[in-house]
């Protein structure tokens, strides 16, 4: 069983890839229709996450504090994070969270993959040469991890933690949660078509629209930050404020 949260698709791209090699069930965190789990006798668990402010997103990290898993004791259990580069301590606060469900992710991964991330004044998509190199090469790594979970491999760490990654998820990770995550800046210009693509791909349901309607963001606390909606606007007609002005988009096609 795989369970997984995607917003711009790397992650999807990776779990479905593993659930197809690995035969396991996918689970969509984001639309998870109960909180109660039961494994097949042979069944591995796996957790697939994009890094958010180098932490799991704050939707996983609830998912894991509410779900059950009835059978979970003697199950391999392993996690794979996407990132636009290094991680920090994302799988550190990870297995924190899975240890107070009696879990422990016993061998983890990140892939690199083309950066989404543009809510800052200095971040932005990658170049088109990067992007591709990126995703050429996640494509290697990811080839490279599936026989190791296959095997059920524990011990194992295979991720890019960074050069601070301690500053970077606890310091900067927690201004990025108390303080950057927020769907306030985001607005519609007139170029908008009504078209109802964000508020499909907003993985918390966030936005208010469909086709034939002008989205609206319901400011409930509920965001991400994740960018979904802004990157997949065909027209993009979605803004963050000054801070996407002249900035690229990107989604995993």
């Given at each position: 069983?795989?369970f ?5 698709g790397?992650t999807?791209?990776?779990a479905e ?5 690995l ?7 984001a639309?998870?229709?109960r909180?109660?789990?039961h494994?097949k006798e042979d069944?591995r668990?796996?957790?697939c996450?994009p ?7 704050v ?18 259990c392993?996690?794979?994070?996407t990132?636009g580069?290094?991680?920090?301590q ?16 016993q061998?983890v ?11 800052l004044?200095?971040?932005d998509?990658?170049?088109?040469e990067?992007e591709?190199a ?5 494509k290697?790594?990811l080839e ?8 059920r491999k524990?011990g194992?760490t295979n ?5 601070w990654p ?17 769907d306030?800046?985001f ?12 508020a ?9 629209g469909?086709?034939g ?12 930050s994740?960018?979904?909606?802004y990157h997949?606007?065909p027209t993009?007609?979605i803004s ?10 990107y989604?995993?096609?």
């Amino acid at each position: 069983m795989i369970f997984y949260l995607s917003c711009t698709g790397n992650t999807r791209w990776a779990a479905e890839k593993l659930s197809q090699e690995l035969d396991e069930e996918l689970i969509d965190i984001a639309h998870a229709q109960r909180a109660s789990y039961h494994l097949k006798e042979d069944e591995r668990i796996g957790f697939c996450f994009p890094v958010h402010g180098w932490r799991p997103p704050v939707l996983v990290r609830k998912f894991i504090a509410d779900m059950v898993i009835e059978n979970a004791e003697g199950h391999f259990c392993w996690a794979l994070c996407t990132a636009g580069d290094d991680i920090g301590q994302s799988m550190e606060y990870l297995n924190g969270d899975l240890e107070k469900k009696g879990l422990k992710a016993q061998s983890v991964f990140s892939l690199i993959m083309p950066e989404s991330y543009v809510g800052l004044p200095f971040m932005d998509v990658d170049k088109p040469e990067k992007e591709l190199a990126k995703l050429e090469t996640s494509k290697r790594m990811l080839e490279s991890f599936i026989p190791l979970i296959r095997d059920r491999k524990s011990g194992l760490t295979n991720t890019y933690k960074g050069h601070w990654p301690r500053i970077n998820s606890h310091v900067l990770g927690g201004a990025f949660v108390n303080w950057i995550i927020t769907d306030e800046p985001f607005h519609v210009t007139d170029d908008c078509i009504q078209c109802g693509t964000c508020a499909e791909v907003c993985p918390t349901d966030d936005i208010i629209g469909g086709r034939g309607k002008r989205p609206e963001w319901k400011h409930t606390g509920n965001c991400l930050s994740c960018f979904a909606c802004y990157h997949h606007c065909p027209t993009r007609a979605i803004s963050y404020g000054k801070r996407t002005e002249n900035k690229g988009q990107y989604y995993y096609k």
